[in-house]
């Protein structure tokens, strides 16, 4: 069986490092491993409209500042299938079959659902279409025969439903999906990046982000201002680094090349963490050290977005033959899928000649 992966973001702004930390940097590492036969990136406007459908301009705009952070992050269209989800009408259909082998009880109980509704306080007035998202994103993972799915933790309930899915339809209708993995960050701290204000959740709505494209001096003063130890008034205080989003960045960005090269006094950041702990180091050392790495992590990508800037045509070429290559994909998908449910009248041969058959008898 080929090895498919299958990801996407939602085009409602730009992308930040938590996007980066939890799937972006490990797409990267992907596509270049040579491991899989074909990679599918997304960008799922058509599921972004389900709670911006009264803004669809929003949606409209941000499909470029999409695209540019993921050619600026190295995701390569020639290794990569770079498509906007709406140009793939086939991702719609398989939605409405897969609909009828989803109860509203099972969504109800998706931990994922319930987290987003609440959030946007969606609890009074639901949109069907945002309810619904779950089984529309198995039919854009199943579209693609995808067997893995580079996402966040927040993400696991999504796939495990998409699974349900799978194994629903195969059972009624005969072997014709493939059921997907779920890949997860290696490293636990990038599974769900905290917002620079010490929320547990870095969010666009929230404006606790650093953004791939934020400027130098922009990355600078977040980073400033960042939620530490509330405790840790005084230099000398002990201070904690369980729950603090400087360590906690430290842990996802941090290597020991980044000590050898902007703060040698260290060996490693464990031995920052225990001099932090014991007391007698300052919470401003620490953010200069992280505001280094994070620059040295972003330089390179705001260099490469610079030069994409400069050929806006061409980044919506790369998403025009994306799109048509992830459409002649779903398409086989989609006639697989209505030859198991034997609704392919028309290309059905035994159906029509049974059916001659019959009539003529009669």
């Not at 529309?136 to 927040?154: K, L, R």
Request: hydrophobic share 35%; aromatic share 10%.
């Amino acid at each position: 069986m080929a090895k498919i992966i299958l990801t996407g973001d939602r085009p409602t702004g730009k992308l930040h490092i938590g996007h980066y930390v939890g799937s972006l940097r490990r797409r990267v590492e992907l596509q270049n491993s040579g491991e899989f036969d074909e990679i599918y990136i997304m960008i799922a406007d058509a599921q972004a409209l389900t709670d911006n459908a009264d803004n669809p301009e929003k949606v409209r705009q941000n499909i470029i500042e999409v695209a540019l952070d993921y050619l600026s992050c190295g995701l390569d269209p020639t290794k990569s299938t770079l498509f906007i989800q709406s140009q793939v009408p086939e991702l719609t259909e398989l939605s409405f079959y897969y609909m009828n082998l989803v109860t509203v009880a099972r969504l109800q109980r998706n931990p994922t659902v319930k987290a987003e509704i609440q959030m946007r306080n969606f609890e009074n007035n639901l949109p069907v279409g945002f309810f619904t998202y779950p089984i529309s994103q198995a039919a854009d993972i199943t579209a693609f025969d995808a067997t893995t799915v580079p996402v966040g933790e927040d993400q696991e309930p999504m796939i495990e439903q998409t699974r349900e899915i799978v194994r629903r339809f195969n059972y009624i209708y005969g072997d014709t999906l493939v059921e997907p993995n779920i890949l997860l960050p290696e490293n636990k701290y990038c599974l769900r990046l905290p917002g620079t204000d010490g929320n547990a959740k870095m969010s666009k709505s929230l404006n606790n982000c650093i953004y791939l494209s934020d400027p130098t001096e922009v990355v600078k003063d977040k980073i400033k201002k960042m939620f530490t130890d509330p405790n840790h008034l005084r230099v000398d205080d002990p201070g904690q680094v369980e729950g603090n989003p400087v360590f906690i960045y430290l842990e996802a960005f941090a290597t020991d090349e980044h000590f050898k090269k902007f703060w040698p006094e260290y060996e490693n950041l464990e031995a920052v963490k225990a001099h932090y702990t014991r007391g007698g180091l300052g919470d401003v050392k620490v953010k200069n050290f992280l505001f280094a790495v994070m620059e040295d992590v972003l330089t390179p990508i705001r260099e490469r977005r610079k030069e994409y800037e400069k050929d806006i045509p061409g980044v919506l070429e790369i998403l025009r033959q994306g799109s048509i290559k992830a459409e002649a994909k779903a398409a086989k998908t989609l006639s697989r899928v209505k030859d198991s449910m034997k609704i392919n009248y028309f290309a059905d041969q035994d159906y029509i000649d049974e059916q001659a058959k019959k009539y003529s008898a009669e």
